[in-house]
């Protein structure tokens, strides 16, 4: 076995444990009452702006290398889940969580298609390309629940809010 090849698993490992909590607690938003689920789709909001946050810790760390421009675009590449997560917790304490769920569905799905990002994750291996896309398409998926779960015409839990 080499030794990318063990990078890598762990890695993935790494990710997928990550992101497993925020799909249980998404997944029983559908399946507690709903005094509960108020606290459980703000609690998959704080765990989804923390995986954002140790995003930022990571991309920022690997500024590490000589490269100037590498530098100055991994530096832009950290910031944006940074302000991500700080603009879609903002707009849910001031405005309500379906603005700040909205957002962060929003970045997350559009952050795929810069052209700094796309630079800077074309210097990895494919597969890192894959398992990027797919911890991404998993977010979003998550996200998409816990906004829908939000805009629930039968139980209109944003009510709460009004």
């Given at each position: 076995?080499?030794?990318?090849d ?23 938003l ?17 765990y989804?702006?923390?995986?954002l ?54 970045s ?55």
């Amino acid at each position: 076995m080499q030794d990318e090849d063990v990078l890598f698993r762990s890695i993935q490992g790494i990710a997928f444990v990550s992101v497993t909590p925020l799909i249980a607690i998404t997944a029983s938003l559908w399946f507690t009452p709903d005094k509960i689920a108020y606290s459980l789709a703000h609690l998959a909001q704080i765990y989804f702006s923390v995986l954002l946050f140790f995003l930022f810790g990571n991309v920022w760390s690997f500024r590490s290398f000589d490269n100037y421009k590498l530098k100055r675009d991994l530096t832009l590449v950290a910031l944006i889940p940074f302000f991500s997560a700080i603009f879609g917790a903002l707009l849910t304490i001031f405005i309500n969580p379906i603005y700040g769920i909205s957002y962060l569905l929003l970045s997350t799905y559009l952050t795929r298609h810069i052209r700094l990002i796309n630079s800077v994750i074309s210097l990895f291996d494919e597969s890192y390309k894959d398992l990027f896309n797919k911890i991404s398409i998993i977010l979003c998926i998550c996200l998409m629940l816990i906004f829908t779960y939000w805009m629930n015409p039968y139980t209109y839990p944003i009510e709460i809010y009004n």
